[in-house]
C-alpha cells in the first residue's frame, strides 16, 4: 500500500468513529440511569476518536517510508510465509502476478525440452532399434522393437512422475 491509500484507511476509519460519535449526540433518552449510561458511551467514544486521530498524527509524523512495512517474527514452521503469501493474494500484489508468470514460463519452457528430449531418445532407440532389425532374424526384431518400446515408455513415466509429482 503506498501512503495516499494508507491515509484513505485512517480517514475512512476515522469517519467510522466521527459518524459513531455524531449519532450518539442525537440520540435521547428518558430516564436519569439511561441519560448517564449514555453520557458515558458518548464520553467513551469521543475519547476514542480523539485518541485516534492523536495516533494517526502519531504515525503519519513518524512515517519513514512510502509504502506500509509489516514484520513478521516467529518460530520456523510457525505460518510466516502463509500469511504474507495470503495478503499478496488478497491484495492482487503486481509482483506476484509478474513472478506467477514467469514460473508459467519456465514451466512451458521446461516442458518444451522435456519433449525435444523424448524425442530425441525416441529416434535414438529407432536408430538402435533398425540397426538391430538390420543384424537379426526377422522373429527376434519384433521381440526388441517392443523391449524396448517398453523401455521408453517406462523412462517416459518415470519421468513424468519425478519431474511433475504424479
Known sequence: MTSDEIKEKYDTVSGILEDAVNKAERVELVGEEENAELAAIKTTLKELNSEFKQEIEK???????DKFCI???GETNAGKSTVIESLRIIYDEEQRRLEKKNQEKEYEAALEEHCERYKDLLRTLRGMNDLLVSKQEPRKSIIVLKSIGLIVLGVAVGFLIAYFGF
Open 59 to 65: 504515525l503519519e509524523a513518524s512515517s519513514e517510508w
Open 71 to 73: 514484520a513478521f517474527f
